[in-house]
């Protein structure tokens, strides 16, 4: 598939990137004594999409700088592209815009990036989880992994809710835990056009669930919850 050059990370993109990834390390260790358990389950090459849970705003720097592989597009609401500087930033690094409702454009963007070998972030939630807890994913993330076949990252971040609450300005030095699942694909023979509605919320299920497994028990959802938002139990 084309890939456009307004997909293509610039070369002061790039300095941006590393310079920021850097410091955001420095920070993440000196801060928050950050640890990452399991890298050796991340693709060394190929498209990749890591989903995590969501609950601070630092989820999307710190799981970018510790990711032991270079270059990560996270999609991020077109709000965050509004805020001077953060603007600059998440430009010139390539991050997805997504319009929460009009999500078309972003999805077919990131399904570029992960057909041209690429990483990219999402957080099905769609949102931060006020409670900490795991909540309902969308099916944005299923959408893409069968467009394109890519290799899907299971992950999770435990610790940065209490850093940084939904609403908050302060940040408390906490330790923050970032967890790789096992890396996994979907096997879908089918129309990737038309996908039934219960493959994805199988698959929906199925991601979730994988999500929940690298959570500790007051992160994860009510069993009730997730029966009535998929319907079917996650395998």
């Known amino acids: 598939m084309y890939v456009s050059n307004k997909l293509k990370m610039s070369f002061w993109g790039r300095i941006i990137y590393d310079i920021t990834r850097l410091a955001t390390w420095v920070i993440g260790k000196l801060m928050f004594r950050v640890s990452v358990e399991n890298p050796g389950n991340v693709p060394k090459e190929g498209g990749l999409l890591i989903v995590s849970n969501h609950v601070s705003h630092l989820d999307p720097p710190l799981t970018g700088s510790f990711l032991p592989r270079r270059c990560g597009y996270h999609m991020a609401k077109m709000e965050l592209f509004g805020i001077g500087i953060l603007r600059v930033y998440m430009l010139s690094i390539g991050s997805i815009m997504v319009n929460r409702g009009k999500g078309k454009q972003a999805l077919l963007e990131a399904v570029q990036y992960l057909n041209d070998g690429q990483v990219v972030f999402i957080f099905p939630e769609g949102t931060r ?14 959408m893409m992994a069968i467009r394109t076949g890519c290799t899907i990252l299971p992950s999770a971040i435990i610790g940065s809710q209490h850093a940084m609450r939904k609403g ?4 408390r030095p906490v330790k923050i835990r970032i967890r790789y699942g096992e890396p996994y694909r979907i096997e879908y023979d089918g129309d990737p056009e038309r996908i039934p509605k219960e493959v994805m919320l199988r698959e929906m299920a199925r991601m979730m669930q994988k999500i929940e497994d690298l959570l500790p028990e007051d992160m994860r959802p009510d069993p009730a919850d997730k029966e009535r938002w998929y319907g079917v139990q996650a395998g």
């Open 168 to 171: 908050s300005i302060f940040i």
């Open 129 to 142: 989880s006020k409670s900490g807890r795991l909540m309902e994913g969308k099916s944005g993330a299923v």
